[in-house]
C-alpha cells in the first residue's frame, strides 16, 4: 500500500528512526516539523534520553561537564515520539524493530541512524582493558580513573583526530601524567604541511610524547605490547584506533559493504530495502569522491536530507540526490589551542588553516552548533537544509 492511500485511509505512516546522535536527530527533528499531519507519525528510538555531544567527550572524559540536553523534550516539542531502549533486532522483510527483546515496533519507514563504536575487536584485550569514548558513560569512567591517578602513565592507541585531541586535552588537565600517543601514522598527517606541523608542536609543549609507526597487538592490565614484543606500560588505555558499525543491518538482510554500513543509492535509501534510509556513520555514502568517512560534519546533513526524502515521497514526489562536500577539519589542542584545516570537498587538505585563538573560537562555534540548530529546525525546517553540495566533485558521473 502506498504512502498516500495509507495517509487517505486515516491510517498513520510510521517513521521510525534508530539512534538519537547528530544524524538520526537532524532527520527525526526535520521529518516531524515538516510533516504535522495526522496522516504521519514519527518516533524516535534511542538507549539514551540525554542528547551526546560526541565532539566534546574528549573534554568529558577528564573531568569536565557537559550540558544536559533532554531528547525526549526536544522531539515531543518537535512533535515526534520517543522510546528509550536499546535496538536487539530489526527484521526488514517484516518491517519490524525489536527493543530490548521485549517491545515490537512496526514501522513503514525506517530510518537507520545507529552510528559507530570504537573497534576494540581485533586487539586481543582492547575490549576487556582499553577505554572507549563511545558515550558519555565511557567518558566518565576514564574520567574517574585519571581523577584517581596522582602520577603514572596513560597510553592513547590511535593517532587519528580522536587520539590527538584526547591526549592533548589529557596532558594539559593532568600534567603530572606522563601521555603516549601511539599509532602508525604521525599526528595530522591528513593536514597541510603547516597545520601538521602546529598539531605535532602543540603536542610537543604540552608534552605528549608520541610514537609513530607503534602497532598494537595486545592491551594488558597494566599497559599495551607492540609488534615485535616491546611493551608500553600504562596506568590507563584509551582507546581511539578505528570504528565499528552495529551488526544489526546486516543480520536484518540489509545490503552492505565491507565495513557493514548499509549500501545506499543517490536518495540515501537501502539498495535491498528502498523503504529503509539509512544516515550518518551507518550508511554506506557515495558520492563523486568517494564514500563519506562519518563526521557531524556530514552526518546532520545525511538526516537532514533522509527527512526530505521521506517526505518528497509521502507527498508522492521523486526524492532528489544527496550531494555534500567537506569544507573544513577543526582539531582541538586542549582548551586554549587548536587548529582548523579547510579543506576540498572531498575532505583534502587546502592551503589556508587558522591556529590559535582564532581557532578556537571557530571550534567551539562548530561544536555547539548542532543543539541550537535542532530547535531552529523545529521551527523552520528549511533552516536546516543548507550545507555545501561540493560541486564538481560531488556529480554523479553516467556513462563515459
Sequence with gaps: MSARRRTDTGTAHHVVVLGAGY???????????????PGVRVTVVSADERFTERMRLHAAAT???????????????AGAEFVRGWVTAVDADARTVRIDD????RYDTLVYALGAV???APVPGAA???????????????????????????????????GVESAAEIAERYPRLRVVLLGAREPGADLNRKAGAYVRAALGRLGVEVRTGAEVTKVLPGGVELAGGEGVMADAVLWTGGTRVSPLAATAGLEVDERGRIVTDAALRSVSHPEVYAVGDAAAVRQGYGVLHGTCQSGMPTGV??????DRALRGKQPRPFRFGYYHTPVSLGRGDAVVQFTRPDGSPRRICLTGRAAVRYKETVTASPWPTYGRMRKMPASGAFWPRGGRWTRVRTGR
Design 23 to 37: 544524524a538520526g536527530m537532524a532527520a527525526a527533528v526535520q521529518l516531524a516539523a515538516r510533516t504535522r499531519r
Design 102 to 105: 521485549e517491545r515490537v515496533l
Design 63 to 77: 573531568g569536565q561537564r557537559l550540558a544536559e540536553l533532554s531528547v525526549p523534550g526536544l522531539l515531543e516539542s
Design 128 to 162: 576487556d582493558h582499553a577505554y572507549t569514548l563511545d558515550g558519555i558513560q565511557d567518558a566518565e569512567l576514564l574520567a574517574g580513573r585519571l581523577a584517581r591517578l596522582d602520577t603514572g602513565t596513560v597510553a592513547v592507541v590511535g593517532t587519528g583526530l580522536t
Design 305 to 310: 536530507h533522509a527527512a526530505l526524502s521521506v
Design 118 to 120: 570504537a573497534d576494540t
